[in-house]
């Protein structure tokens, strides 16, 4: 009697990604360079001086201890053991470093570390929004498609009430009310009128577009002053902790719009698996009909959440405009809202796992401006797809077998 | 509690589900509903439980008129129903689905586990359940999963407990188990409606039985009334019980499996070492409780999935490797389990419908073209013969009855000469009518030499239908037994229990059911 085959597809793939690594990054290139790695920036309580190492040698170092992992994991395959993400988290770091310590070799400007984790999590912000936005809509039974759409409507209406106002502040208030009106169109149609809801969802992006864009090449373009100027949300520097060397630049060092990112995904993290109301709305997601019986109404639960999703989303949205400080361009939302959708698939549905996602794709899109600032070795345009590249090697390889809400995109009719 | 329906009455566009229905539920009373599939038994539970407004009538509890707008109401009322189809949610733990919509809860909406898992076990050593609270719905069997049900029901004080068609899903033993359950919950006070159409179990429990027929009252009688009683005011004339059949003679052996193994995509063995041989005109059943294979198995027969390993053979030919199409042609008919899904196009009219095997064949094609007049006299020769009641052949198979749309299936797959009949679940959720007219087709395909495979979850049919029965258990065939094995054992092997261990099993403990079949046996033989 045996069991079902061991699959060996994993760790084949650690030791070809590793191998190349060893090769490419570590054998091939020429001796005798060396790589800088800057941690500290001026306000630290304490400075790290940049180090130097030589680049050939720590490639191979950092490509030799993946190859070693790769080899942990053909072992733990065989003897059919689970050996948790820590596994390809830790080997992704090697690859990773080893990769770094390639491209820097030998240049002018050193590799900013600290800055390039700031960076990270600065362009993870709307992707995090998103996807949460994702995962409530998807928890009580409605697709969101419409994310990139609740976005850019954010993205408007924060920098039009901001600059009216001249208050950023004002911005960020008014931004979830824009994502929450797309929600409420998405659930109206969806629950109301049974419309297939990925269909909807372009529909809305497609208006969102069309309105946005419309707007600001009439009023917001003619009149930029009283409208498309947005005041820049100021860096709120939390005393001490900010001080801290690369933790303090990185968490504490940022806008208001990443703490609050923080506090809704542990909010969202514990109400979603351990409240009534969490229990409820996974109920509706997965089983609207024993939902009902125990008397839950199924489709008000559904018009709440998504509404809620809608607000979150656009919240997200103000971080292009009000944020970044930047004024409302046509369309600048650059296909963020779907990124955030992979981000909410790569993360199984749950507030922890979108964060982590969304922090994967952002720390793609920022190592690709960083290693265009520095020079590096490959073609920039190549740089340009990587996150693009890691939203489909991550989505379609790393996700394995997980499973969304059983009654996502289901109307529910009694 | 006493529970009083008046004059209940519920249409769903032009049909009358309901029709002006009375019923008295007095407390601490086993009620059975027995009705035919369709007769309108769920219908009026769930008007009762709040789900459905009734276009007429009153409930009355304690002799006071209610009104119920919406499941919530029902629950606070007292009234708790145990669906046929479970209302749990499969990624949930047995807490969570307990405490749904009324949860225990502190700080901030945060559920307090303790006490939902407190109500849990409090429930379930009140009545020996033996449910772990923490332990997901998916993960439990199904006999588990109603007892989760019903710990649901309870711990919203329910005092009418609606149990909806509950042993359907049940082995023998797990419906004897249940039969305990109820009678203990009526000791403690609480009220039980049993809606079923199973004779042999109302007998066996109920106090009262309330016969419904096409949506309205037949009669209140005593749970004296026999069978056959029963039968006829459930049916609306005389039926006859059980398979009128002669003994089959068989033939020689010519459709084998030999061991067959299926590993589905997940590295599941669905499938494991199958053998058995089907001889010339007998009847062989392979019983077991649903997913245990018997599904992995038709379709590999059919060729829809292919085997890891062994081969199927027919008249000598390898089945193994064919394609669906080559295995019909080869003469194999073949009534698939889910006949809505996987047997009918339900957009087709009934006339396309009987020659979806044979569409590029003559008489029906004609070079590229179809021929509709051939097509549409053959489907009406073929409607009247397996009796399909139907307006015209060119109505959709949608519009038709569950039992007429069976009779389309087994008329496609009948009418052509067949070399082995496969049959998967071929009465189920059919009217006692349509289950006779079946049955009679099925054995007279046999009585002309047809070798045929019925595979059914159906205690009663495996036993009505059967020449040789194999039970199948966690893909494997535990065991190959003779048509004249009693109940209580083939529930045993159902369950997993070799046959010897089954015999001495069944021998030390009958079930209720088991000693109501005695009990027909004995009188069936002093009758003779």
New interface residues.
């Given amino acids: 009697m045996t ?3 061991v699959s060996y597809r994993a760790p084949i793939a650690y030791a070809a990604i590793g191998l190349l690594s060893l090769i490419g990054f570590g054998l091939i290139p020429p001796s005798g360079r060396h790589t800088t790695f800057a941690i500290s920036t001026p306000k630290d309580l304490f400075t790290i001086e940049p180090f130097t190492v030589p680049s050939k040698s720590t490639a191979i170092v950092f490509s030799l201890v993946a190859l070693a992992l790769a080899a942990l994991a053909f072992w733990a395959a065989r003897k059919r053991i689970r050996l948790g993400v820590w596994l390809p988290s830790v080997f992704g770091l090697c690859v990773l470093l080893a990769f770094l310590t390639w491209s820097a070799a030998d240049k002018a400007n050193s590799m900013p570390v600290t800055g390039l984790l700031q960076g990270s999590l600065f362009l993870a912000v709307p992707l995090v929004f998103g996807s949460l936005a994702g995962v409530l809509c998807e928890h009580s039974g409605i697709i969101d498609i419409a994310i990139e759409g609740q976005l850019l409507a954010g993205a408007f209406l924060a920098a039009v009430v901001a600059t009216m106002s001249h208050n950023p502040y004002a911005g960020l208030i008014a931004a979830p009310i824009a994502g929450a009106l797309v929600g409420l169109l998405l659930v109206l149609f969806a629950v109301k009128y049974r419309v297939d809801q990925i269909i909807v969802g372009v529909v809305l992006n497609v208006l969102v577009v069309g309105v946005t864009s419309y707007l600001f090449s009439t009023v917001l373009t003619a009149h930029r002053e009283t409208w498309n100027t947005p005041p820049k949300l100021p860096v709120l520097e939390i005393p001490f902790l900010s001080r801290i060397p690369v933790l303090g630049p990185v968490l504490f060092r940022q806008t208001i719009i990443v703490y609050l990112m923080f506090a809704v995904v542990i909010v969202l993290q ?2 979603l698996f ?4 969490g ?2 709305m ?2 509706v997601g ?2 609207p ?8 109404k199924v489709n008000r639960t559904r018009l709440r959440n998504t509404v809620l999703g809608g607000a979150i989303a656009g919240l997200g949205g103000a971080f292009f405009t009000v944020a970044a400080g930047l004024a409302f361009g046509k369309e600048m939302t650059g296909g963020k809202g779907f990124i955030a959708l992979a981000a909410m698939i790569l993360g199984r549905w749950s507030p922890k796992g979108a964060l982590l996602a969304a922090l994967l794709f952002g720390f793609a899109d920022n190592l690709q401006v960083v290693l265009g600032i520095i020079g590096t070795p490959v073609p920039s345009q190549l740089m340009l797809m990587t996150p693009y590249l890691a939203t489909i090697f991550a989505v379609a390889g790393l996700v394995g077998r997980n ?1 969304p809400p ?1 009654s996502e995109g289901i109307p529910y009719v ?1 | 509690m006493r529970l009083e329906l008046r004059g209940i009455t519920k249409r769903f566009g032009s049909l009358v589900a309901n029709d002006a229905i009375d019923l008295v539920v007095e407390p601490g009373e086993i009620h059975a509903l027995l009705g035919e599939n369709g007769a309108g038994k769920s219908t009026l539970m769930n008007v009762l439980y709040g789900f459905y407004d009734p276009d007429a009538g009153q409930i009355l509890i304690d002799d006071k008129v209610v009104d119920f707008d919406g499941p919530g109401d029902a629950m606070a009322a007292g009234i708790g129903m145990v669906h046929q189809h479970f209302m749990l949610i499969p990624v949930f733990t047995v807490a969570e689905n307990v405490v749904l919509g009324h949860e225990p809860t502190g700080v901030a909406g945060v559920i307090d586990v303790a006490k939902a898992r407190a109500q849990v076990k409090e429930i379930s050593d009140r009545f020996g359940f033996h449910i772990d609270p923490d332990a997901l719905i998916e993960d439990l069997p199904v006999g588990a999963q109603q007892r989760v049900e019903i710990i649901k029901a309870l711990s919203r004080r329910a005092e009418v407990l609606i149990l909806d068609e509950p042993t359907a899903v049940l082995t023998p033993q797990e419906t004897d188990e249940l039969i305990a359950i109820m009678r203990q919950l009526k000791e403690a006070g609480t009220s039980i409606v049993f809606i079923t159409h199973k004779l042999r179990e109302v007998r066996a429990v109920a106090d009262q039985i309330t016969v419904i027929r096409r949506g309205a009252v037949v009669g209140t009688v005593a749970p004296t009334t026999s069978e056959r009683e029963l039968a006829s005011m459930m049916v609306g004339r005389s039926v006859e019980l059980g398979v009128v059949k002669d003994a089959a003679t068989p033939g020689e052996v010519s459709f084998s499996v030999r061991d067959l193994t299926v590993i589905d995509a997940a590295g599941v063995r669905q499938v494991d070492g199958v053998t058995f041989d089907v001889a010339r005109g007998e009847i062989f059943a392979i019983a077991g409780v649903q997913g245990n294979g018997q599904t992995e198995l038709t379709e590999t027969i059919l060729g829809l999935t292919r085997p890891t390993s062994g081969s199927i053979t027919l008249d000598g030919e390898e089945l193994v490797g064919r394609s669906v199409k080559e295995v019909l042609r080869a003469g194999v008919g073949y009534v698939p389990e889910d006949r809505s899904t996987d047997g009918l196009v339900s957009a087709f009219s009934v006339a396309e419908n009987l020659i979806l095997d044979r569409y590029d064949q003559e008489p029906f094609a004609r070079g590229l073209a179809l021929d509709p007049v051939r097509v549409r006299s053959s489907a009406v020769e073929r409607a009247q013969e397996f009796d399909v009641r139907t307006g015209s052949v060119d109505d959709l198979a949608s519009t038709l009855s569950g039992g007429n749309q069976q009779k389309v299936v087994l008329a496609r797959e009948m009418s052509r000469p067949l070399r082995l009949l496969l049959a998967s679940q071929p009465t189920r959720g059919l009217d006692v009518g349509s289950i006779e007219f079946v049955h009679r087709r099925i054995v007279a395909e046999r009585d002309v030499g047809t070798p045929v495979l019925i595979v059914s979850t159906e205690l009663d049919e495996v036993l009505g239908l059967a020449d040789r029965i194999a039970v199948m258990y966690r893909g494997r065939i535990i065991g190959t037994v003779d048509a004249h094995t009693h109940r209580d054992v083939l529930g045993l092997m159902m369950a997993g229990v070799p046959h010897d261990e089954a015999v001495a099993q069944a021998a030390a403990h009958q079930t209720v059911l088991g000693q109501a079949d005695r009990a027909v046996e004995t009188s069936s033989e002093e009758d003779a």
Avoid: F, P, Q, Y
């Fill in positions: 069991a079902g085959k514990v109400m351990r409240s009534r109301w229990l409820r996974r109920a997965e089983h009909k024993a939902a009902d019986t125990v008397g839950i499973r059983a009694k």
